[in-house]
């Protein structure tokens, strides 16, 4: 989808005309890139969050002839996607976002916030979302494999004599 289907697609749900519909979609777009510009952090409950990230300067290579290259600092823009917007093209099939952000909607950003940094919750518990895949080796089916399975003895084929 392009600029001018996205602005179709608009027009046809808010009932509006093409023209003004492309108003409003170029009307977001710019306050979103304003924004950014100016550093800010805009961010769309259930969407997504748009930021800009400083790059430092650096040497690069040109590929072709081998020379370096000194690549000035920059600050580029990064966008990461929301949970309802991940759900979404995961196959989950939120409900389209409405006027009022709902609790739930502001629940699951806290969560996704909190499993980002792998800090404790209130209640002192630890995060399951953070320590999800951090399992150790030990009682887990797969410590019969790898590295583990050559210490231990074990081994996942058995072997036929």
Do not use: C, H, W
Request: no cysteine.
């Amino acid at each position: 989808m392009n600029k001018s289907e996205l602005a179709a697609a608009v027009a046809e749900r808010t009932e509006s005309t093409p023209t003004q519909a492309r108003r409003q979609v170029d009307a977001v777009l710019d306050s979103i890139m304003e924004s950014v510009s100016a550093g800010e952090r805009v961010s769309l409950l259930g969407f997504g969050t748009f930021t800009g990230a400083e790059r430092p300067a650096r040497t690069a290579r040109n590929p072709r002839t081998g020379d370096t290259v000194e690549v000035p600092a920059a600050v580029v823009p990064r966008f990461r996607a929301g949970s309802g917007f991940k759900a979404r093209v995961s196959g989950g099939d939120p409900a389209p976002a409405t006027n009022g952000a709902s609790t739930d909607t502001a629940k699951t950003a806290a969560t996704d916030a909190k499993a980002d940094t792998g800090k404790k919750n209130k209640k002192g518990k630890k995060n399951k979302k953070a320590d999800k895949g951090k399992k150790s080796a030990k009682g887990s089916p797969k410590a019969a494999s790898g590295k583990d399975a050559k210490k231990s003895g074990k081994s996942k084929k058995s072997k036929k004599k």
